[in-house]
Protein backbone atom coordinates (compact mmCIF):
# COMPACT_ATOMS: atom_id res chain seq x y z
CA UNK A 1 0.00 0.00 0.00
CA UNK A 2 1.77 3.33 -0.95
CA UNK A 3 0.97 6.25 0.69
CA UNK A 4 0.50 9.75 -0.73
CA UNK A 5 2.82 12.34 1.38
CA UNK A 6 1.10 14.77 3.76
CA UNK A 7 2.36 17.46 1.66
CA UNK A 8 0.05 16.30 -1.09
CA UNK A 9 -3.22 16.37 1.55
CA UNK A 10 -6.04 18.19 0.93
CA UNK A 11 -8.17 17.18 2.93
CA UNK A 12 -8.35 15.25 5.96
CA UNK A 13 -11.65 13.15 8.34
CA UNK A 14 -10.52 12.71 11.63
CA UNK A 15 -12.72 11.35 14.79
CA UNK A 16 -14.18 8.82 12.25
CA UNK A 17 -15.29 5.01 12.62
CA UNK A 18 -14.41 3.65 8.91
CA UNK A 19 -16.31 0.91 7.30
CA UNK A 20 -13.64 0.45 4.42
CA UNK A 21 -15.54 -2.79 2.73
CA UNK A 22 -11.93 -4.09 1.62
CA UNK A 23 -13.17 -7.48 2.91
CA UNK A 24 -15.94 -7.79 0.28
CA UNK A 25 -19.03 -9.72 2.18
CA UNK A 26 -17.07 -11.58 5.45
CA UNK A 27 -16.98 -8.04 7.49
CA UNK A 28 -16.86 -4.36 7.39
CA UNK A 29 -13.18 -3.86 7.28
CA UNK A 30 -13.89 -1.53 10.41
CA UNK A 31 -11.41 1.05 11.16
CA UNK A 32 -12.25 2.23 14.60
CA UNK A 33 -10.85 5.63 16.06
CA UNK A 34 -9.43 6.25 12.79
CA UNK A 35 -9.07 9.27 10.11
CA UNK A 36 -8.97 9.15 5.94
CA UNK A 37 -7.16 11.84 4.23
CA UNK A 38 -7.76 12.42 0.51
CA UNK A 39 -5.55 14.17 -2.24
CA UNK A 40 -5.97 14.97 -6.00
CA UNK A 41 -10.09 13.30 -5.95
CA UNK A 42 -7.98 10.41 -4.26
CA UNK A 43 -8.31 8.68 -1.02
CA UNK A 44 -4.54 9.39 -0.08
CA UNK A 45 -3.86 7.82 3.41
CA UNK A 46 -6.21 5.81 6.01
CA UNK A 47 -6.36 4.02 9.01
CA UNK A 48 -6.04 4.54 12.91
CA UNK A 49 -6.05 8.32 14.12
CA UNK A 50 -3.36 7.32 16.92
CA UNK A 51 -1.59 6.66 13.62
CA UNK A 52 -1.73 10.07 11.38
CA UNK A 53 1.61 11.11 10.54
CA UNK A 54 2.25 15.00 10.85
CA UNK A 55 0.66 17.12 8.59
CA UNK A 56 0.26 20.82 8.04
CA UNK A 57 -2.95 22.27 9.42
CA UNK A 58 -2.70 25.40 7.36
CA UNK A 59 -2.93 23.56 4.19
CA UNK A 60 -5.39 20.27 5.00
CA UNK A 61 -8.96 21.32 5.80
CA UNK A 62 -9.58 19.32 8.54
CA UNK A 63 -13.35 17.73 9.17
CA UNK A 64 -14.50 16.60 12.38
CA UNK A 65 -16.19 13.46 11.83
CA UNK A 66 -17.37 13.60 15.47
CA UNK A 67 -17.35 9.93 15.96
CA UNK A 68 -19.87 9.15 12.75
CA UNK A 69 -18.93 6.18 10.85
CA UNK A 70 -17.86 6.49 7.10
CA UNK A 71 -18.79 3.84 4.43
CA UNK A 72 -17.73 4.06 0.49
CA UNK A 73 -20.42 6.13 -1.69
CA UNK A 74 -23.01 3.94 -2.51
CA UNK A 75 -23.68 1.75 -5.89
CA UNK A 76 -27.28 1.50 -7.77
CA UNK A 77 -25.88 -1.06 -10.77
CA UNK A 78 -29.38 -1.74 -11.67
CA UNK A 79 -31.84 0.93 -12.63
CA UNK A 80 -34.38 2.55 -15.50
CA UNK A 81 -34.95 5.80 -14.22
CA UNK A 82 -35.77 7.63 -17.54
CA UNK A 83 -39.13 6.60 -18.63
CA UNK A 84 -42.10 8.38 -19.68
CA UNK A 85 -45.67 8.46 -18.19
CA UNK A 86 -46.66 5.96 -14.96
CA UNK A 87 -48.24 2.89 -14.21
CA UNK A 88 -50.16 3.20 -11.09
CA UNK A 89 -53.18 2.67 -12.88
CA UNK A 90 -51.81 -0.77 -13.76
CA UNK A 91 -50.83 -1.32 -9.91
CA UNK A 92 -54.56 -0.84 -9.01
CA UNK A 93 -56.06 -2.74 -11.53
CA UNK A 94 -53.87 -5.58 -10.48
CA UNK A 95 -54.63 -5.32 -6.56
CA UNK A 96 -58.89 -5.27 -8.04
CA UNK A 97 -58.35 -8.93 -9.63
CA UNK A 98 -57.28 -7.58 -13.36
CA UNK A 99 -55.06 -10.07 -14.99
CA UNK A 100 -51.42 -9.46 -16.63
CA UNK A 101 -53.59 -10.38 -19.95
CA UNK A 102 -56.13 -8.03 -18.90
CA UNK A 103 -54.13 -5.26 -18.23
CA UNK A 104 -52.20 -5.53 -21.25
CA UNK A 105 -55.49 -5.68 -23.51
CA UNK A 106 -56.21 -2.42 -21.74
CA UNK A 107 -53.05 -0.98 -23.33
CA UNK A 108 -50.85 -1.26 -20.07
CA UNK A 109 -47.92 -3.23 -19.39
CA UNK A 110 -44.44 -1.99 -21.10
CA UNK A 111 -46.28 -1.52 -24.07
CA UNK A 112 -48.18 1.96 -22.32
CA UNK A 113 -44.08 3.15 -21.07
CA UNK A 114 -42.97 2.64 -24.43
CA UNK A 115 -45.75 4.88 -26.27
CA UNK A 116 -45.21 7.43 -23.09
CA UNK A 117 -41.78 7.48 -23.81
CA UNK A 118 -41.74 8.31 -27.10
CA UNK A 119 -43.99 10.37 -26.62
CA UNK A 120 -41.89 12.25 -24.57
CA UNK A 121 -39.37 14.94 -25.36
CA UNK A 122 -35.56 14.87 -24.34
CA UNK A 123 -36.89 17.65 -21.77
CA UNK A 124 -39.85 15.87 -20.43
CA UNK A 125 -37.99 12.67 -19.89
CA UNK A 126 -35.52 14.46 -18.36
CA UNK A 127 -37.64 16.87 -15.74
CA UNK A 128 -39.15 13.39 -14.93
CA UNK A 129 -35.75 11.85 -14.15
CA UNK A 130 -34.71 14.29 -11.89
CA UNK A 131 -36.57 14.05 -8.96
CA UNK A 132 -35.76 9.83 -8.86
CA UNK A 133 -32.33 10.65 -9.18
CA UNK A 134 -32.26 12.81 -6.72
CA UNK A 135 -34.01 10.40 -4.43
CA UNK A 136 -31.08 7.97 -4.65
CA UNK A 137 -28.30 10.89 -4.34
CA UNK A 138 -29.77 12.25 -1.60
CA UNK A 139 -29.47 8.74 0.45
CA UNK A 140 -25.56 8.57 -0.06
CA UNK A 141 -25.73 7.23 -4.08
CA UNK A 142 -22.42 8.25 -5.83
CA UNK A 143 -22.81 6.02 -8.66
CA UNK A 144 -25.47 5.12 -10.73
CA UNK A 145 -26.15 2.76 -13.32
CA UNK A 146 -29.08 3.98 -15.77
CA UNK A 147 -30.67 1.67 -19.03
CA UNK A 148 -32.58 2.36 -21.68
CA UNK A 149 -35.15 0.23 -23.19
CA UNK A 150 -38.03 2.01 -23.11
CA UNK A 151 -37.73 3.40 -26.59
CA UNK A 152 -37.39 0.26 -28.59
CA UNK A 153 -36.53 2.01 -31.69
CA UNK A 154 -33.18 3.66 -32.94
CA UNK A 155 -34.15 7.63 -32.62
CA UNK A 156 -35.99 7.06 -28.53
CA UNK A 157 -33.22 4.49 -27.06
CA UNK A 158 -30.61 7.14 -28.39
CA UNK A 159 -32.92 9.84 -27.05
CA UNK A 160 -32.99 7.75 -23.48
CA UNK A 161 -29.26 7.86 -23.55
CA UNK A 162 -28.71 11.31 -24.31
CA UNK A 163 -30.52 11.76 -21.01
CA UNK A 164 -29.36 9.57 -19.10
CA UNK A 165 -25.78 11.74 -19.69
CA UNK A 166 -27.89 14.80 -19.96
CA UNK A 167 -28.10 14.38 -16.04
CA UNK A 168 -24.01 14.28 -15.50
CA UNK A 169 -24.63 18.30 -15.83
CA UNK A 170 -27.21 18.29 -13.03
CA UNK A 171 -26.01 15.87 -10.52
CA UNK A 172 -22.28 15.29 -9.24
CA UNK A 173 -22.92 11.33 -9.61
CA UNK A 174 -21.07 8.81 -11.09
CA UNK A 175 -23.42 8.44 -14.39
CA UNK A 176 -23.00 4.72 -16.41
CA UNK A 177 -25.32 4.31 -19.21
CA UNK A 178 -26.14 1.18 -20.63
CA UNK A 179 -28.03 0.06 -23.86
CA UNK A 180 -31.08 -2.18 -23.36
CA UNK A 181 -32.27 -1.93 -26.81
CA UNK A 182 -33.09 -5.94 -26.71
CA UNK A 183 -35.77 -5.11 -23.40
CA UNK A 184 -39.02 -6.41 -25.19
CA UNK A 185 -40.27 -6.43 -28.70
CA UNK A 186 -42.29 -2.90 -29.92
CA UNK A 187 -45.77 -3.77 -31.55
CA UNK A 188 -44.20 -2.80 -34.64
CA UNK A 189 -42.23 -6.41 -34.75
CA UNK A 190 -44.81 -8.41 -33.05
CA UNK A 191 -43.99 -11.93 -33.54
CA UNK A 192 -41.13 -11.04 -35.31
CA UNK A 193 -37.70 -10.94 -32.71
CA UNK A 194 -35.23 -12.19 -34.77
CA UNK A 195 -36.33 -8.99 -37.21
CA UNK A 196 -36.03 -6.93 -34.51
CA UNK A 197 -33.00 -8.23 -33.27
CA UNK A 198 -31.79 -7.32 -36.54
CA UNK A 199 -32.63 -3.87 -36.09
CA UNK A 200 -30.80 -3.81 -32.24
CA UNK A 201 -27.63 -5.72 -33.85
CA UNK A 202 -27.16 -3.91 -37.35
CA UNK A 203 -28.20 -0.53 -36.51
CA UNK A 204 -28.70 0.37 -32.76
CA UNK A 205 -25.47 -1.03 -31.10
CA UNK A 206 -23.30 0.53 -34.27
CA UNK A 207 -24.85 4.06 -33.59
CA UNK A 208 -24.36 3.81 -29.28
CA UNK A 209 -20.80 3.10 -29.99
CA UNK A 210 -20.25 5.39 -32.46
CA UNK A 211 -21.46 8.74 -30.42
CA UNK A 212 -20.07 7.02 -26.86
CA UNK A 213 -23.86 6.96 -25.73
CA UNK A 214 -22.97 3.76 -23.54
CA UNK A 215 -20.37 1.18 -22.56
CA UNK A 216 -22.39 -1.52 -21.86
CA UNK A 217 -25.04 -3.57 -23.53
CA UNK A 218 -27.66 -5.51 -21.33
CA UNK A 219 -30.28 -8.00 -22.73
CA UNK A 220 -33.74 -9.77 -21.66
CA UNK A 221 -32.69 -13.09 -21.87
CA UNK A 222 -36.30 -14.86 -20.94
CA UNK A 223 -39.53 -16.56 -22.19
CA UNK A 224 -41.35 -13.21 -22.17
CA UNK A 225 -37.71 -11.67 -23.77
CA UNK A 226 -35.41 -13.01 -26.33
CA UNK A 227 -33.98 -16.63 -26.05
CA UNK A 228 -30.50 -17.37 -26.05
CA UNK A 229 -29.78 -17.25 -29.97
CA UNK A 230 -31.20 -13.57 -29.61
CA UNK A 231 -29.10 -12.82 -26.79
CA UNK A 232 -25.99 -13.96 -28.30
CA UNK A 233 -26.39 -12.22 -31.71
CA UNK A 234 -26.78 -9.13 -29.32
CA UNK A 235 -23.75 -10.12 -27.09
CA UNK A 236 -21.43 -10.76 -30.65
CA UNK A 237 -22.74 -7.47 -31.94
CA UNK A 238 -21.46 -5.85 -28.33
CA UNK A 239 -18.26 -7.21 -28.44
CA UNK A 240 -17.66 -5.84 -32.00
CA UNK A 241 -18.15 -2.67 -30.95
CA UNK A 242 -16.18 -2.75 -27.64
CA UNK A 243 -18.80 -2.81 -25.28
CA UNK A 244 -19.25 -4.86 -22.15
CA UNK A 245 -22.20 -6.81 -21.65
CA UNK A 246 -24.58 -7.71 -18.88
CA UNK A 247 -27.46 -10.00 -18.76
CA UNK A 248 -31.45 -9.78 -17.68
CA UNK A 249 -31.38 -13.36 -16.70
CA UNK A 250 -33.35 -16.43 -14.66
CA UNK A 251 -35.93 -13.98 -13.86
CA UNK A 252 -38.69 -16.09 -14.59
CA UNK A 253 -37.20 -19.24 -15.80
CA UNK A 254 -34.21 -21.39 -16.07
CA UNK A 255 -32.98 -20.59 -19.80
CA UNK A 256 -29.43 -20.44 -19.12
CA UNK A 257 -28.87 -16.69 -19.79
CA UNK A 258 -26.13 -16.52 -17.23
CA UNK A 259 -24.11 -19.62 -18.72
CA UNK A 260 -24.35 -17.96 -22.22
CA UNK A 261 -23.43 -14.42 -20.38
CA UNK A 262 -20.30 -15.95 -18.52
CA UNK A 263 -18.96 -17.16 -22.37
CA UNK A 264 -18.49 -13.92 -23.26
CA UNK A 265 -17.49 -12.38 -19.97
CA UNK A 266 -20.24 -10.42 -18.87
CA UNK A 267 -19.95 -8.32 -15.69
CA UNK A 268 -23.23 -9.36 -14.43
CA UNK A 269 -26.43 -10.89 -14.44
CA UNK A 270 -29.56 -9.54 -12.57
CA UNK A 271 -32.52 -10.96 -10.69
CA UNK A 272 -31.12 -14.63 -11.18
CA UNK A 273 -34.44 -16.06 -8.99
CA UNK A 274 -34.26 -19.26 -11.44
CA UNK A 275 -30.43 -19.28 -11.56
CA UNK A 276 -29.10 -23.56 -11.39
CA UNK A 277 -25.67 -24.70 -9.74
CA UNK A 278 -24.31 -24.73 -13.22
CA UNK A 279 -25.55 -20.87 -13.72
CA UNK A 280 -23.98 -20.45 -10.44
CA UNK A 281 -20.72 -22.05 -11.36
CA UNK A 282 -20.19 -20.72 -15.18
CA UNK A 283 -20.62 -17.14 -13.30
CA UNK A 284 -17.78 -17.84 -10.58
CA UNK A 285 -15.33 -19.10 -13.68
CA UNK A 286 -15.89 -15.97 -15.58
CA UNK A 287 -16.01 -13.71 -12.34
CA UNK A 288 -19.09 -12.12 -12.85
CA UNK A 289 -21.39 -10.63 -10.52
CA UNK A 290 -25.01 -11.63 -9.21
CA UNK A 291 -27.26 -8.92 -8.71
CA UNK A 292 -29.69 -8.94 -6.80
CA UNK A 293 -33.07 -6.89 -6.90
CA UNK A 294 -35.35 -7.43 -4.05
CA UNK A 295 -37.80 -4.24 -5.11
CA UNK A 296 -39.03 -6.56 -8.26
CA UNK A 297 -38.56 -9.45 -5.78
CA UNK A 298 -40.95 -7.71 -3.70
CA UNK A 299 -43.63 -5.86 -6.35
CA UNK A 300 -44.34 -8.33 -8.07
CA UNK A 301 -44.99 -10.79 -4.82
CA UNK A 302 -42.62 -13.07 -6.06
CA UNK A 303 -41.84 -16.42 -4.44
CA UNK A 304 -39.18 -18.13 -6.02
CA UNK A 305 -36.20 -16.92 -3.87
CA UNK A 306 -32.50 -15.98 -6.08
CA UNK A 307 -30.12 -19.28 -4.72
CA UNK A 308 -28.28 -17.30 -2.16
CA UNK A 309 -26.81 -20.22 -0.28
CA UNK A 310 -25.37 -21.66 -3.69
CA UNK A 311 -24.06 -18.16 -4.63
CA UNK A 312 -22.63 -17.78 -1.04
CA UNK A 313 -21.31 -21.66 -1.38
CA UNK A 314 -19.22 -20.90 -5.41
CA UNK A 315 -18.11 -17.55 -3.87
CA UNK A 316 -19.92 -15.16 -6.26
CA UNK A 317 -20.20 -11.32 -5.43
CA UNK A 318 -23.88 -10.61 -5.12
CA UNK A 319 -24.73 -6.76 -5.90
CA UNK A 320 -27.76 -5.32 -4.76
CA UNK A 321 -29.98 -2.67 -6.51
CA UNK A 322 -33.05 -0.47 -7.03
CA UNK A 323 -34.19 -2.36 -9.87
CA UNK A 324 -35.82 1.31 -10.14
CA UNK A 325 -38.63 1.19 -12.85
CA UNK A 326 -42.60 2.09 -13.34
CA UNK A 327 -43.63 -1.45 -13.68
CA UNK A 328 -41.70 -4.06 -11.26
CA UNK A 329 -40.02 -2.18 -9.29
CA UNK A 330 -40.95 1.57 -8.52
CA UNK A 331 -38.64 2.17 -5.59
CA UNK A 332 -35.91 4.92 -5.26
CA UNK A 333 -34.70 3.81 -2.35
CA UNK A 334 -30.96 2.36 -1.96
CA UNK A 335 -31.70 2.03 2.08
CA UNK A 336 -34.81 0.04 1.42
CA UNK A 337 -32.65 -2.12 -0.70
CA UNK A 338 -30.31 -3.36 2.20
CA UNK A 339 -32.80 -3.38 4.84
CA UNK A 340 -34.96 -5.91 2.12
CA UNK A 341 -32.01 -7.75 1.57
CA UNK A 342 -31.75 -8.72 4.92
CA UNK A 343 -35.51 -9.38 5.67
CA UNK A 344 -36.24 -10.85 2.17
CA UNK A 345 -33.09 -13.03 1.49
CA UNK A 346 -31.55 -13.38 4.74
CA UNK A 347 -28.59 -11.29 4.00
CA UNK A 348 -26.23 -10.70 6.95
CA UNK A 349 -26.04 -6.75 7.21
CA UNK A 350 -22.26 -6.63 6.05
CA UNK A 351 -23.55 -8.37 2.88
CA UNK A 352 -25.55 -6.20 1.92
CA UNK A 353 -23.34 -3.20 2.48
CA UNK A 354 -20.84 -4.85 0.22
CA UNK A 355 -23.60 -5.28 -2.42
CA UNK A 356 -24.60 -1.70 -2.68
CA UNK A 357 -20.23 -0.70 -2.32
CA UNK A 358 -17.46 -2.89 -3.43
CA UNK A 359 -20.07 -5.34 -5.27
CA UNK A 360 -22.20 -2.89 -6.57
CA UNK A 361 -18.78 -1.11 -8.62
CA UNK A 362 -17.59 -4.91 -9.51
CA UNK A 363 -21.08 -5.32 -11.06
CA UNK A 364 -20.42 -2.26 -13.42
CA UNK A 365 -17.06 -2.43 -13.65
CA UNK A 366 -15.77 -0.11 -11.51
CA UNK A 367 -13.68 -1.86 -8.73
CA UNK A 368 -10.58 -0.71 -9.62
CA UNK A 369 -11.72 3.25 -8.91
CA UNK A 370 -15.23 2.86 -6.31
CA UNK A 371 -17.05 1.09 -3.59
CA UNK A 372 -14.28 1.06 -1.20
CA UNK A 373 -12.14 3.01 1.25
CA UNK A 374 -8.83 2.26 0.02
CA UNK A 375 -5.83 4.21 -1.29
CA UNK A 376 -5.70 5.47 -4.76
CA UNK A 377 -9.54 4.79 -4.90
CA UNK A 378 -11.99 7.69 -5.78
CA UNK A 379 -12.84 9.78 -2.45
CA UNK A 380 -16.18 8.98 -2.78
CA UNK A 381 -17.43 8.84 0.27
CA UNK A 382 -20.96 9.14 2.61
CA UNK A 383 -21.03 10.05 6.41
CA UNK A 384 -23.59 8.65 8.61
CA UNK A 385 -24.55 9.13 12.25
CA UNK A 386 -25.22 5.66 13.22
CA UNK A 387 -23.33 3.83 16.03
CA UNK A 388 -22.49 0.92 14.37
CA UNK A 389 -22.52 -0.18 10.39
CA UNK A 390 -25.71 -2.48 10.68
CA UNK A 391 -28.00 0.21 11.34
CA UNK A 392 -27.49 1.40 7.71
CA UNK A 393 -30.03 -2.37 6.49
CA UNK A 394 -31.68 -2.31 10.36
CA UNK A 395 -33.58 0.78 10.20
CA UNK A 396 -35.47 2.38 7.70
CA UNK A 397 -37.17 5.43 7.01
CA UNK A 398 -34.99 7.53 8.68
CA UNK A 399 -32.10 8.54 6.66
CA UNK A 400 -28.83 9.08 8.58
CA UNK A 401 -26.50 10.46 6.11
CA UNK A 402 -25.63 13.76 7.28
CA UNK A 403 -22.45 14.37 4.70
CA UNK A 404 -21.60 13.23 1.16
CA UNK A 405 -18.32 13.52 -0.45
CA UNK A 406 -17.59 12.52 -4.73
CA UNK A 407 -14.04 13.23 -5.95
CA UNK A 408 -12.84 14.45 -3.08
CA UNK A 409 -15.50 17.44 -2.57
CA UNK A 410 -18.39 17.60 -0.19
CA UNK A 411 -21.48 17.80 -1.98
CA UNK A 412 -24.10 16.85 0.64
CA UNK A 413 -23.87 18.72 4.25
Not at 197 to 211: G, K, R, S
Request: hydrophobic share 40%.
Amino acid sequence: MTFSPTTHWQTLWINVHLATMTDGSNSYGAIENGALAIADDKIAWLGKQSDLPTYDSEKVQVIDGQGQWLTPGLIDCHSHIIYGGQRANEFEMRLQGKSYQEIAQAGGGIVSTVAATRAASEQDLLASAKPRLNALYRQGVTTIEIKSGYGLDCANELKMLRVANELKAHFPVTIKPTFLGAHALPTEFKDDGDGYIDLVCQQMIPQVAELGLADTVDVFCENIGFNLEQTERVFVAAKEHGLAIKVHAEQLSDLGGSVLAAKYQALSSDHVEYLSEQGVIAMKNANMTAVILPGAFYFLRETQLPPIDLLRKHQVPMAIATDANPGSSPIHSIQLMLNMACTLFRFTPAEALAGVTCFGAKALGLASNKGQLAVGLDADIACWQISQPAELSYQFGVNPLTKLMIGGKITIN
